[in-house]
T-cell receptor, first 108, second 114 residues
């Protein structure tokens, strides 16, 4: 599975957009980009995933570069409840390996 | 839909005791995963099953750990004998391999081995 690189931590003001970057330069053609988050000690929660095209759902948007070597998760209007560790993972429909993620702190 | 159900939520035991963690995946999901999370090592994949068959157990730490999935609605992770370094939160997750999407995680079982 391809590895990912994420900044260890980020801050975001409440109400502003949170843009979380992820580098995955060794991604292969059949691997998806997945984003999960983990709030405090709960189980990780799925956010969004994509292969080539940008994706949007009720939680977030996923922007994947044309060469697929990096992506950005966008939370359009961050709230305090979005404070969590965000994991970017690349993989296929088999196992998903979690890295260390980005700890996002949303402040008032 | 009740989601992935894990039990017990918390377990405190003494070194050398056998520990059994249980998981009920979401009905209709045919893949099941066991993860372990510690501060030092983060989220580690221990083993996963497709259609009740273990596919990859390369993450299982050692022979003290074993996992079974006797049917589509139940899985166990057993540690025998347990050691203090096994203290962690153990998560079970399931997904449908017919889709390319999400893993659904349970709330985890917090194990403390004294």
């Amino acid at each position: 599975d391809a590895k990912t690189t994420q900044p260890p931590s980020m801050d975001c003001a409440e109400g502003r957009a949170a843009n979380l970057p992820c580098n995955h330069s060794t991604i292969s053609g059949n691997e998806y980009v997945y984003w999960y988050r983990q709030i405090h000690s709960q189980g990780p929660q799925y956010i969004i995933h994509g292969l080539k095209n940008n994706e949007t759902n009720e939680m977030a948007s996923l922007i994947i570069t044309e060469d697929r070597k990096s992506s950005t998760l966008i939370l359009p209007h961050a709230t305090l409840r979005d404070t969590a560790v965000y994991y970017c993972i690349v993989g296929n429909t088999d196992k998903l390996i979690f890295g260390t993620g980005t700890r996002l702190q949303v402040f008032p | 839909d009740a989601g992935v159900i894990q039990s017990p939520r918390h377990e405190v035991t003494e070194m050398g005791q056998e520990v059994t963690l249980r998981c009920k995946p979401i009905s209709g999901h045919n893949s099941l995963f066991w993860y372990r999370q510690t501060m030092m090592r983060g989220l580690e994949l221990l083993i996963y099953f497709n259609n009740n068959v273990p596919i990859d157990d390369s993450g299982m730490p050692e022979d003290r750990f074993s996992a079974k999935m006797p049917n589509a609605s139940f899985s166990t992770l057993k540690i025998q004998p347990s050691e203090p370094r096994d203290s962690a939160v153990y998560f079970c997750a399931s997904r449908s391999t017919r889709e390319t999407g999400e893993l659904f995680f349970g709330e985890g079982s917090r194990l403390t081995v004294l």
